[in-house]
């Protein structure tokens, strides 16, 4: 059976379409059309597609419990390949309501930036049941640069006490497991049973073979210029998250030279550390200038999930449109995290995930009224 819903004005994803309806079954769109062409099942002012946090630490880090016991960073040991964001998850996080109701109903949650290599993360419904149903997709491994692997000192494990000690840990540890690759490939016959890999080395040889991004925790514009370095050198496929503290264009410019997307954020979080100094809204006009692929995170819980939408203001001042801020959490998002293909758009085979709401969403007294999460309504007002 085929449902319809109308709105005035429907953001696509790459456009803006006025009186229209969205037509859609058990899990897809079937088209936008003029008429309603299917049972209609509610009026709305605006629709817009659902949102996409593409840098999250929601489920981990949970409201209502103590610091001490969140689960972003684990204090075992700097290098961790083999852990899972999603084995941290707890779905009653009542922040995942939180942000459904906002109409956020994917996160990219990864691990925290602790740690040289965090883990795996893990690109989850925060509507679904249990984190096993949450999981739709994986969305690269978790690395930090800068200050945050260097504050570590008292943690457990081998650890960095500078910029350049924890460089010098992950370069040892690439070049370890790319030597180990090529002799397998050189070796021949009986000698390659001879050469195994242990399971870290098979996630760390992904990346070195570009099938898995690395999610490089970055700020400054140098610690950016020494990660792109390390690209050099072992030819890694790179997304930039964070770039808070870039203040000049040229970093932008040369990540777009270089088609390396950057998700940038969190916007609207208190500059509480020295590789912020530079932090400000206004640097969003070189990221802007730049022409770089960028989406939004909300960092959660630095800045809220439900408050991702809100980040989008600084941009509309910063020269773009609405239709442009919408793609920034929908679109764009979607496309740097791999899951273009389901989710971003409300074009014809994708997901029917949308939030309707009662005016212009970027009225502050606009909220959604209802959202749809793959054809099934998750939430009403």
């Known amino acids: ?101 906002m109409g956020v109903l994917y996160s990219c949650v990864v691990p925290g930036s602790g740690n040289i290599i965090g883990g795996r993360s893990a690109v989850i419904r925060n509507y679904a049941q249990t984190s096993t149903g949450a999981l739709i997709a994986r969305a690269g491994l978790k690395s930090a640069f800068g200050f945050n692997p260097m504050k570590t000192k008292s943690w457990k494990g081998k650890r960095p006490t500078t910029r350049m000690g924890a460089l ?27 050469i195994s890999f242990s399971a870290e080395e098979v996630v760390l040889q992904d990346v070195l073979a570009r099938k898995t991004p690395l999610r490089a925790h970055v700020h400054k514009i140098d610690d950016i210029a020494a990660l792109l370095r390390l690209v050099d050198d072992f030819k890694i496929k790179l997304i930039v998250d964070h770039a ?43 990221l802007i200038d730049s022409k770089v692929e960028f989406g939004l995170m909300s960092d959660h819980p630095v800045t809220l999930a439900r408050q991702l939408f809100m980040q989008t203001r600084w941009f509309i001042r910063a020269g773009l449109s609405k239709q442009g801020a919408i793609e920034l959490i929908s679109r764009k998002n979607a496309r740097i995290l791999g899951i273009d293909d389901r989710i971003g758009t ?29 054809g099934k309504l998750v939430y009403a007002a």
């Open 168 to 194: 010098a840990i992950l370069r040892s540890k690439f070049d370890e497991v790319q030597q180990k690759a090529q002799k397998y490939r050189h070796a021949k016959g009986s000698k390659k049973h001879d």
């Open 1 to 101: 059976m085929m449902n319809a819903v109308f709105a005035k004005t429907i953001y696509t994803g790459k456009k803006i379409v006025s009186d229209a309806y969205i037509v859609f079954n058990k899990q897809k769109v079937c088209g936008i059309s003029s008429s309603k062409e299917a049972a209609l099942v509610g009026k709305f002012a605006v629709i817009t597609p659902a949102f996409v946090d593409a840098h999250s630490h929601i489920g981990m880090s949970r409201a209502g419990e103590p610091g001490d016991q969140g689960e972003s960073n684990d204090q075992s040991e700097s290098i961790l390949a083999l852990a899972d964001a999603l084995d941290s998850v707890q779905m009653d996080d009542s922040a995942l309501t939180d942000a459904v109701e």
């Open 244 to 286: 808070l503290d870039v203040h000049q264009a040229q970093i932008f410019q040369e990540l777009k030279r270089r088609k390396i997307p950057v998700v940038y954020g969190p916007v609207d979080a208190f500059a509480y550390k020295v590789e912020l100094k530079h932090e400000s809204w206004r640097n969003i006009r070189h």
């Open 346 to 374: 409300l074009e014809k085979g994708k997901w029917a995930s949308f939030i309707c709401w009662n005016g212009d969403p970027f009225d502050l007294a606009s909220y959604p009224v209802a959202v749809y999460g793959e």
